[in-house]
Nanobody, 125 residues
Framework: QVQLVESGGGLVQAGGSLRLSCAAS????????MGWFRQAPGKEREFVAR????????YYTDSVKGRFTISRDNAKNTVYLQMNSLKPEDTAVYYC??????????????????WGQGTQVTVSA
């Protein structure tokens, strides 16, 4: 089992920044690909970003490219999502997720093994 706990959400004005953190425990963190997903009210959960086990390769959904940065610190068992130039449409509950393995091309939430409880991000216009 892997336990994931997100933090760092909150209310911010459009154009502002937030940094989300996700602390992992339970298994060897570096054995897992880490991802961020989000779910807005009335919408399906959507992929935001993922990072390979060693941080060497990252991938983003088009709507956040150039604004969001995913990173990880395996020594601290933590993955981060730096969100800049936030827009009202970024408002959602943000979830971190762990997928066992070293690489993937999947953006499907079905392929991730463990999930955090989520943290709310609200961007006001």
């Amino acid at each position: 089992q892997v336990q994931l706990v997100e933090s760092g959400g909150g209310l911010v004005q459009a154009g502002g920044s937030l940094r989300l953190s996700c602390a992992a425990s339970g298994r060897t963190f570096s054995n897992y690909i880490m991802g961020w997903f989000r779910q807005a009210p009335g919408k399906e959960r959507e992929f935001v970003a993922r990072i390979r086990w060693n941080g060497a390769i990252t991938y983003y959904t088009d709507s956040v490219k150039g604004r969001f940065t995913i990173s990880r610190d395996n020594a601290k068992n933590t993955v981060y999502l730096q969100m800049n130039s936030l827009k009202p449409e970024d408002t959602a509950v943000y979830y971190c997720a762990a997928k066992f393995g070293f690489s993937t091309v999947s953006t499907s939430s079905d392929d991730y093994d463990y999930w955090g409880q989520g943290t709310q991000v609200t961007v006001s216009a």
